[in-house]
């Protein structure tokens, strides 16, 4: 994929442009004559709230290796964080020195010249030491851009006690969910599953589930379309319009969280990140109540996505020897450890898996399978975009406002619109 000339000319301005935030004010990039790194990173992180605290504690860790550097931690909302950031590095404004980058987002700021090409030898350790799906995040026409923090998947998270009441397991497909959600209601009162409406990514497993993709890359082909695409809009209303599920149209994380944390649903779908804040319910005083199994497999197989976050550093960093080794120390082993310990989350370097925290997290060692099997997206540039247009289609689905047919249809079109010259 071409890079615009309008972000060549702007790569090309950064690097005179004297006003770049982030670094200090010497021409060394950040280091002075011994070598040793100074001046200030600023880090945009956009990790929930369960997480933001432990991420802060760690990032400001990092003077005790470089104590002449200092670290900026800023906390950018995840949903407002890939625009915001474009905005901050078109511009070069207030743009920070490293980003943690949702990984379908890496493909589209390394188009643009936003981000700085990690240096040779860590991306030698990136291709050598860390989960390879992981590494395939950060790279873009063969270079890598970004590197891996933290890897992720959904999971079925389920409240054990709830289903052990109703007498019914952890469904394994869609057809088992709704005859459990039938025994749940008569047991409980209560809803089977809250799934999310307002945001398309709950909406993979679905068409995974029927044999489907979004779009096939390889083949500059746009897939949400066809066959299987229908058929992932009529399972999300089915869903709804059997009972089997309880959706929103707005706010659909946080109502989902405190659903299932109160007990207002038995399951939710969700991701590892998700763990601190729930074993924050009612619901999970005992931790030992909170069961995770696969995503139940629709007609087709079991499928979701890959997901996980990868820091990148700004093109136009004044301070870019200090800022890649902050992303060096923020995806070092020791770092990832700590984060799988206090967080849950899963580790993207593989020796990681073979430390004592790390193996006696039981979150974690639901994830990581489920991790290796995960579809992995095509990571283009235009991957974040067809997210937007999707949501609309897939909220108008699942609550009935638009048939599946339509949805999917009003779907392929706009992504025709982004995915120029697409079959």
């Keep these: ?45 956009t990790a929930n709230d369960a997480e933001k605290a432990s991420f802060q504690k760690i990032a400001e860790a990092f003077t005790a290796k470089h104590p002449k550097v200092t670290v900026k931690y800023v906390n950018v909302p995840y949903g407002d964080a890939q625009n915001k ?19 379908g987002w890496v493909a589209d700021f390394a188009s643009l010249g936003y981000l700085d090409e990690v240096p040779a030898d860590m991306a030698k350790k990136v291709d050598s030491e860390f989960l390879p799906q992981a590494a395939a995040s950060g790279k873009y026409e063969g270079k890598t851009y970004a590197v891996p923090q933290v890897i992720d998947t959904l999971g079925l998270f389920y409240n054990k006690k709830m289903l052990a009441d109703a ?39 679905l068409i995974y589930g029927e044999g489907g993709d979004l779009v096939d890359a390889k083949n500059k082909t746009v897939t949400v379309d066809n066959e299987a695409g229908v058929k992932a809009f009529k399972t999300a209303r089915d869903l709804v319009a059997s009972g ?29 990140w998700a763990v601190a804040d729930t074993y924050a319910g009612d619901q999970f005083k005992d931790k030992a109540n909170l069961g995770i199994a696969a995503v139940p497999a629709g007609s087709a197989k079991a499928g979701a996505p890959q997901g996980g976050h990868d820091l990148g550093v700004y093109a136009g960093s004044k301070n870019r020897a ?48 489920a991790v290796d099997k995960a579809v992995e997206r095509a990571w283009i540039p235009e991957n974040g975009s067809l997210f937007e247009p999707l949501k609309v289609e897939y909220t108008k689905a699942i609550t009935g406002a638009s048939s599946p ?6 779907a392929g079109i706009e992504f025709r619109k982004i995915l120029k010259g697409w079959k």
């Design 1 to 45: 994929m071409r890079r615009g000339i309008a972000a060549t000319a702007l790569v090309a301005a950064l690097a005179l442009a004297a006003t770049a935030c982030g670094g200090d004010d010497k021409g060394n990039g950040g280091t002075e004559a011994g070598g040793e790194l100074s001046g200030t990173v600023t880090w945009w992180d």
């Design 85 to 103: 950031v474009k905005n901050a590095f078109s511009s070069g404004s207030d743009a920070p020195d490293v980003i943690r980058a949702d990984v």
């Design 167 to 205: 007498g019914v397991q952890p469904p394994k497909t869609l057809a088992e969910l709704k005859t459990a959600a039938e025994a749940i209601k008569a047991k409980t009162g209560k809803a089977a599953l809250y799934l999310r409406g307002d945001d398309s990514y709950w909406f993979l497993p």
């Design 244 to 272: 089997a599920a309880i959706t929103n149209a707005t706010d659909g994380y946080a109502n989902m969280q405190t659903a299932f944390k109160t007990g207002e649903a038995a399951m939710m779908i969700n991701g590892p």
């Design 322 to 369: 200090a800022a890649h080794a902050f992303v060096e120390y923020m995806t070092s082993q020791e770092v990832q450890v700590q984060s799988a310990k206090e967080l849950s989350l899963l580790p993207t370097r593989t020796a990681a898996y073979e430390q004592p925290d790390v193996k006696s997290s039981e979150m974690v060692s639901f994830f990581k399978p």
């Design 405 to 410: 047919e339509d949805a999917a249809k009003a």
